[in-house]
């Protein structure tokens, strides 16, 4: 990477963890709209994978005694089995291949979140969370987004809201590193990726001290719209980039 990239890389980590510390929404979704236009996309999905790992790690660190890690069995099994197919996948895909498909899953993913995000109603039961977890795996495998689906499940079977943080955190905790291991063994982990972890991580810490400061002066409501539309407008930039 030359410095121009480095600049970018910052640039990206600091405004992807400053809106998570403000709206808790998912790092890895905003990372993973820009960073394959830095790195190969493998180079990229593997990236966002760590960092999103350490995101939720600092989560994880603070609620440890709240975690109900009974309830992250099943989803975190459909994710690890789900997650090895899946970058299986993404291996033997072009480069082009797979910034186009991000494309168009940020485009749907935009969709959800703007018009069925928390209106999507599931029981908590031990197959819907084996689903779910399928689903996050497969995500998670391709792009490095597998947080929808496991949002809808956990946000359903955690009865007690300040049980459902700590679980989450966990459950991304335990999968992206199954998710690193997998895509480090399939080739994934490059210079590039250590280069990018050594800039990402002072971009989380800055964009993080940031967000807490000025927690109070944003809507969460009002930035997450406004990320949902630039998801869009990314995802048709990578279509077109890809067809044009």
């Known amino acids: 990477m030359d410095l121009i990239q480095i600049v970018w890389l910052a640039v990206i980590t600091v405004i992807g963890s400053y809106i998570q510390s403000v709206s808790g929404f998912g790092f890895g979704i905003f990372a993973m709209l820009f960073l394959p236009n830095l790195l190969l996309f493998t ?3 593997m990236l966002s994978s760590i960092l999103s790992l350490l995101t939720s790690a600092t989560v994880v660190l603070a609620t440890f005694r709240q975690i109900h890690w009974k309830n992250i069995t099943f989803p975190a099994l459909g994710c690890i089995a789900a ?3 899946a970058v299986a996948f ?3 895909q072009k480069n082009e291949t797979m910034v186009l498909l991000l494309g168009i899953a940020m485009c749907l993913l935009s969709l959800y979140f703007f018009f069925f995000s928390g209106k999507i109603k599931i029981k908590p039961t031990w197959y819907a969370g084996l689903i779910a977890g399928v689903l996050s795996g497969i995500m998670g495998g391709l792009f490095s987004t597998g947080g929808p689906p496991a949002v809808i499940y956990f946000l359903q079977s ?3 809201s300040d049980r ?3 679980t989450i955190s966990a459950y991304f905790v335990l999968t992206n590193f199954s998710l690193i291991v997998t895509k480090a063994v399939a080739g994934f982990i ?3 990726v250590w280069l990018g972890l050594a800039v990402g991580v002072v971009g989380m810490i ?7 400061s000025t927690r109070e002066k944003i809507k969460p409501a009002v930035l997450k719209k406004i990320v949902y539309a630039v998801m869009a407008c990314g995802g048709i930039v990578n279509i077109l980039k890809v067809l044009m």
């Open 206 to 212: 800055v964009g993080s001290l940031i967000g807490k």
């Open 164 to 166: 459902y943080l700590p």
């Open 83 to 85: 997650s090895l197919f």
């Open 43 to 45: 180079e990229a999905n």
């Open 158 to 160: 955690e009865e007690d």
């Open 190 to 192: 490059t210079v590039n």
């Open 90 to 92: 993404v291996k033997s």
